[in-house]
């Protein structure tokens, strides 16, 4: 039998991959997304966020992980914005993450009659994610002064009343690395900030003890967890 698969015509063998591929593109097979407890944590905590305070999105991805970090926050920002809530785009990770993830932002905007500057800003890129963190909890005017685009922040009305980390009501990090570990110990730790976490699914395994221990309150997958994101 496998010298008899072996003889075979290799053009016949394309054809017959050609049309395996061009009938499930054509009708595909749909099958059911079961929504993990970690996703459906994240949604929940994104649910809870304070209407009156600003929510932190911090694009720690780029562009090779666009399919599965972009996707994510695609979903997440759909869902900010159904729900009104302001929030701030940053990054330490990548130089192109805030940008990328401003992008984003700008697409969706019309859809949901958001303002950029109104309902949200892009603070733009940091280097040196520790130190960064120590510093923005304490005074994020001060941190920033301006966003991306060198606006002042007091001639943006979406970071009207924002002081102190304790003027956030959650941070939803989307991240490629391994950066999870900074927010825990500088902003989890010392003051309890609501975080959520959405990573690349091959640094997925490392995220999971940080689940358990409830320092991150749910926890996107890849794709899979975008995928999880909009069932619910």
Request: aromatic share 10%.
């Amino acid at each position: 039998m496998y010298e008899r698969l072996q003889k075979i015509d290799r053009r016949i063998a394309y054809v017959v991959l050609f049309l395996i591929m061009a009938v499930f593109l054509l009708r595909p097979l749909r099958l059911p997304v079961v929504v993990s407890s970690e996703g459906q944590g994240f949604y929940n905590a994104v649910e809870r966020s304070a209407p009156d305070k600003l929510v932190l999105v911090a694009a720690d991805w780029d562009a090779g992980t666009l399919a599965e970090n972009g996707t994510q926050t695609e979903a997440v920002m759909r869902h900010l914005m159904s729900l009104k809530r302001r929030f701030a785009i940053i990054g330490f990770a990548w130089a192109p993450g805030p940008e990328l993830a401003d992008a984003i932002a700008h697409r969706l905007a019309p859809e949901y009659d958001y303002e950029y500057g109104r309902d949200w800003v892009n603070l733009g890129y940091k280097p040196a994610l520790s130190i960064s963190l120590m510093t923005l909890v304490k005074n994020i005017p001060d941190f920033y002064k301006t966003d991306a685009k060198r606006t002042p922040l007091s001639d943006l009305p979406a970071m009207a009343g924002v002081k102190t980390i304790k003027d956030v009501s959650l941070i939803a990090q989307f991240t490629s690395a391994g950066t999870l570990e900074a927010y825990i110990a500088f902003v989890w730790g010392p003051y309890k900030t609501p975080l959520v976490h959405a990573c690349t699914a091959i640094i997925a395994p490392q995220q999971y003890p940080y689940l358990d221990a409830h320092q991150v309150e749910g926890l996107l997958v890849g794709m899979r967890g975008t995928a999880e994101y909009e069932t619910i």
